[in-house]
């Protein structure tokens, strides 16, 4: 993959994760924890806990209810005819075919949706591997229909989000909750197991508003092939599937992508991003504006509600 002019500003003190600087790309150790709470603090049991800690995501077949993604499974169709939603800021059209691609910020414009991220089980466990409160950073949906949906190129997470972003520190996690079947041919997500451990600094200096380009086709903050291909060698691959309902959670710094879908089947997920109200953003590292609002929360960091009970 193509790469953009090497970028040699100089690197901020506070940065402790510096990307898109040097000339070529560099494999290091993480500095953070994995997990930050334990196995009395939550759902998780310690077995759990450690596999996260290893591998750096946990797959639930069947984690929530056939109801609760069932709503939410007509809300998708409802917002993907939606003429207005595609015209809509939050809306990343696919790059060849003008297809919706994704709709971000949807716990905003949508009471069923909002109300999935909330739940209790998801909530739960985020707080569990995050050691406390928690807010969304962000909220997306990746529709992937069929025959034409595109893929999305393997990347971490929270270069990006660092990068782009200011989150300080890997204290936050996606959870790609599967509002259709996600199989072994219609483009699942796929996870480089114990990534997550190394953080990658990528080549290519971050154009201004690099997002309207970069959620559509990322071509920077991607990793190089040789880094790629050590990464694959050392670890392997891993793609959890699974029905309507099943849930994955996965480290905020893991390297993960997913291929096109040229099946009839659609393969369309909820992914919501939880961070600890302790890892709240700064000004980018990349030294120019922060991404919009919707795409990365700068303004309400108000932690998500938890029944005292669970």
Not at 134 to 151: A, L, M, P, T
Not at 205 to 219: A, F, I, M, V
């Amino acid at each position: 993959m193509m790469q953009s002019a090497v970028h040699t500003s100089r690197v901020r003190a506070d940065d402790r994760y510096p990307s898109r600087h040097a000339p070529v790309a560099q494999i290091s150790p993480r500095h953070d924890a994995v997990v930050h709470g334990n196995a009395g603090s939550g759902p998780l049991t310690q077995r759990e806990l450690l596999f996260y800690q290893d591998n750096g995501y946990l797959h639930f077949d069947q984690l929530l209810d056939e109801a609760d993604v069932a709503t939410c499974l007509q809300e998708l169709q409802r917002l993907r005819l939606s003429e207005s939603i595609k015209r809509a800021d939050e809306a990343i059209l696919e790059p060849d075919s003008g297809e919706l691609r994704s709709i971000f910020a949807v716990h905003r414009s949508s009471e069923a949706l909002r109300t999935l991220c909330e739940h209790p089980k998801l909530v739960g466990i985020a707080r569990q591997l995050l050691g406390g409160d928690v807010y969304i950073h962000q909220s997306r949906i990746n529709y992937k229909g069929g025959f034409r949906g595109k893929e999305f190129y393997w990347h971490s997470d929270f270069e990006t989000w660092h990068v782009e972003d200011g989150i300080p520190a890997m204290r936050m996690l996606s959870c790609s909750i599967s509002l259709t079947a996600n199989t072994p041919y219609n483009g699942p997500l796929m996870v480089i197991p114990g990534s997550h451990k190394r953080y990658l600094s990528c080549v290519g200096e971050t154009p201004d508003n690099h997002y309207k380009e970069s959620l559509r086709r990322q071509e920077v903050g991607v990793p190089d092939d040789e880094s790629l291909a050590r990464l694959v060698e050392d670890l392997g691959i891993a793609a959890p599937t699974g029905l309507a309902g099943a849930v994955t959670f996965f480290e905020c710094n893991i390297m993960h992508g997913s291929s096109s879908n040229i099946t009839p089947l659609p393969r369309s997920n909820l992914f919501v991003v939880y961070n600890s109200v302790e890892n709240k953003p700064v000004e980018p590292f990349c030294g120019l504006a922060p991404r919009p609002n919707y795409i990365a929360e700068r303004e309400d960091f108000t932690p998500l509600p938890y029944p005292a009970s669970n």
